[in-house]
Structures are given as structure tokens and as C-alpha cells.
């Protein structure tokens, strides 16, 4: 059985599990306590969050290669949270741009791009890390909930090419789970 496959097996158990029993398997509702730096890696593609060439505003995020440079490089910003149902939600800043990662015209539509925005208080720039904590060969996976639409961030279609945009879609699709911050 491939990886891909594995952690298919495993996502759908999670979630029957957690329908069955009424258990939710997430944490992740206490506020970080420093600003984190790192890539947003995706679980099953094994690619990068990454700017465009024409990387600013509303340019579409992209799933790219981790290379190592700095446009893949991101800062979940915990110095002014936003707190809403329980759960403290953050802007996601790029070191190239210093723009957040958000959702195209604060759209709550399934398949809404996920942009690079200037940084501003507003809903749809906010998201929030929910971890997965399941015992598993893939622990601690995580997935980012926007606050304005509650739909998580993937590469369009849950594609695994190279320069594929990034959408975002009801939580419980494909291909949504990308590394800790």
C-alpha cells in the first residue's frame, strides 16, 4: 500500500470514528505564544506553499517544490489573534511579500482561490491550525481553517503539479493536510 494510500485509509477512519462515536480528534484552540516560521509543506504532495512570479495582490498561492527559498517561507503572526467560536486564528505572512495568505473577494464558495492579500483585519486572511492528533504513521497532521468561509486551503482539485493554484474547500476533502507551522 503506498503512502498516499495509507493516509487515505486513515483520514477516512478518522472521520468515521469521529462520526460514529461523536469524538472530535482535534486540538489546537490554545493561542501560540511566539510567532512560527516555516513552509507549509501539504501531507500528500510533499510541496510548498509558494508566491507566484507575479506574487502580489491577489495573485493566486501556488503548490511548488520545496526549494528552500525564501517565497516558501511563512510566519503565522500571533501578536493580534483573532478569537471567534472557541478557537484563536492567525494571519499566515509571507517573508518575500509580507502579505497574508487569504481567500480571493472574502468568498465563502467551495474552490475560492487562496491569495496573497496586503495584510489587513479582515475575516478571510484569518486561519486557524487544527492538528489531527490521531496514532498513526502521519501524526500531527495539520489542517488550516479559514475563519471568514470555515473551508480549508488545498492545490486546486487536490492536484499534486507543480505551480497548481490553491482553493479552498469544506474541510473534510482531499488533500488538505499540511505540516505544523
Not at 114 to 127: A, D, F, K, S, T
Request: hydrophobic share 40%; charged share 10%; aromatic share 8%.
Amino acid at each position: 500500500m503506498s503512502v498516499k494510500s495509507a493516509f487515505r485509509l486513515l483520514h477516512r477512519a478518522a472521520l468515521l470514528a469521529a462520526a460514529v462515536t461523536g469524538v472530535v480528534v482535534f486540538t489546537g484552540s490554545a493561542p501560540a505564544s511566539a510567532d512560527q516560521v516555516g513552509r507549509l509543506v501539504n501531507a500528500i504532495t510533499n510541496l510548498c506553499a509558494d508566491l507566484p512570479a507575479n506574487s502580489f495582490p491577489g495573485a493566486a498561492l501556488v503548490n511548488n517544490p520545496c526549494d528552500g527559498s525564501t517565497t516558501q517561507e511563512w510566519t503565522m503572526v500571533t501578536s493580534n489573534p483573532a478569537f471567534w467560536k472557541g478557537r484563536y486564528y492567525y494571519h499566515l505572512v509571507n517573508f518575500v511579500s509580507n502579505g497574508c495568505i487569504g481567500v480571493a473577494n472574502g468568498s465563502r464558495s467551495e474552490g475560492a482561490a487562496v491569495v496573497i492579500l496586503n495584510c489587513g483585519n479582515v475575516q478571510n486572511e484569518y486561519w486557524t491550525p487544527v492538528t489531527i492528533t490521531q496514532p498513526s504513521p502521519f501524526p500531527n497532521l495539520t489542517i488550516w481553517a479559514n475563519l471568514g468561509s470555515g473551508k480549508c486551503m488545498r492545490p486546486r482539485g487536490g492536484d499534486a503539479q507543480d505551480g497548481t493554484p490553491m482553493e479552498q474547500i469544506d474541510c473534510d476533502g482531499r488533500n488538505i493536510f499540511w505540516n505544523q507551522l
